[in-house]
């Protein structure tokens, strides 16, 4: 079974920069896979913020930004928020599969 | 611009088969270019895939899942359903459902999602 992994949680100053990542237990990461990256805020639906590794929605805010490091998938914050404070979620394609990361729990403090 | 709901019974009998619509409005689920698929989120824990349908009837579902899920489309109504049978309350979770642009292979819109419990 193919498995996704993500940091379980991270802390970030407001004002700083942070990468969050997300790696396939099947090899390296490639832009074939497609990564995905949401934002979820509690009690609410994940919201979409990048597609194919580093495409932005109309939405996203410029401080987000996707890209492929070390062999996973990354996602960047820079200029971090308080309310970016959420749980983000990578999402990778496996030909018609789509797997989930388990979360990063990202905490501004 | 597009908005789905997701409907049906918030509580299942374990052994029962769970059943969900997704009722999409703003735009025709004919139209082309989009899977439509469910989401689930299993209370304090993270998101798992489901599965997909095309407008045409295709699907594609989770291996994990697959001997238990179908998903359906009726395209005079708009909507799309998700039937997971054999229930557990290992199948208590937030059901959403999205829209996945096929092109562009981004997830968007997403339902409000809809609380599914498995209890006697």
């Known amino acids: 079974q193919t498995v996704v992994t993500q940091e379980p949680s991270l802390t970030v100053s407001p004002g700083g920069t942070v990468t969050l990542t997300c790696a396939s237990s099947t090899g390296a990461v490639t832009s074939g896979y497609y990564p995905n990256w949401f934002q979820q805020k509690p009690g609410q639906a994940p919201r979409a913020l990048i597609y194919?590794?580093?495409n932005k929605h109309s939405w996203t805010p410029a401080r987000f930004s996707g890209s492929l490091l070390g062999g996973k998938a990354a996602l960047t914050l820079s200029g971090v928020q308080p309310e970016d404070e959420a749980e983000y979620y990578c999402l990778l394609y496996y030909g018609g599969a789509r797997v989930f990361g388990g979360g990063t729990k990202l905490t501004v403090l | 611009q597009v908005q789905l709901q997701e409907s049906g019974p918030g509580l299942v009998k374990p052994s029962q088969t769970l059943s969900l619509t997704c009722t999409v409005s703003g735009g025709s689920i004919s139209s082309g270019g989009y899977y439509w698929s469910w989401i689930r989120q299993h209370p304090g824990k993270g998101l798992e895939w489901i599965g997909y349908i095309y407008y045409s009837g295709s699907t594609y579902y989770n291996p994990s899942l697959k001997s238990r899920v179908t998903i359906s489309v009726d395209t005079s109504k708009n909507q799309f359903s998700l039937k997971l049978s054999s229930v557990t309350a290992a199948d208590t979770a937030v059901y959403y459902c999205?829209?996945?642009?096929?092109?562009?292979?981004?997830?968007?819109?997403w339902g409000q999602g809809t609380l599914v419990t498995v209890s006697s």
């Open positions: 999205a829209r996945e642009v096929r092109s562009l292979n981004w997830f968007d819109p």
């Open positions: 194919s590794t580093s």
